[in-house]
Nanobody, 124 residues
């Protein structure tokens, strides 16, 4: 079992920045992949960014160049730095992890462990 606890959400104005954190109960270095997803009201959950066991990073097109995923293995913490925020970024953001190998780490179904979410609201 892996417990994930997100923090760092809040309300910001357009163009602002936030850094989300996800504290894991196990070594993040042991995870096959970890990622951030988001879900806006009335919409399906979508992937935002993923970091794989080999350190490779991937981002959804809407956030490329604005968001950065990273991890601090000493602190067992995953981060999502979000810059130049837009109203369309408003959503509940979830941290996810997969400890087993062989997953594509692309869809939310590829991830076994989920945090409770942290709300991000971007106002004009």
């Amino acid at each position: 079992q892996v417990q994930l606890v997100e923090s760092g959400g809040g309300s910001v104005q357009v163009g602002g920045s936030l850094r989300l954190s996800c504290a894991a109960s196990r070594y993040t270095a042991d995870m096959y992949c970890m990622g951030w997803f988001r879900q806006a009201p009335g919409k399906e959950r979508e992937g935002v960014a993923v970091i794989d066991f080999d350190g490779s990073l991937s981002y959804a097109d809407p956030v490329k160049g604005r968001f950065t995923i990273s991890q601090d293995v000493a602190k067992n913490t995953l981060y999502l730095q979000m810059n130049t925020l837009k109203p369309d970024d408003t959503a509940m953001y979830y941290c996810a992890a997969q400890s087993g190998a062989g997953y594509d780490c692309y869809l939310d179904s590829d991830f076994t462990y989920w945090g409770q979410g942290t709300q991000v609201t971007v106002s004009p």
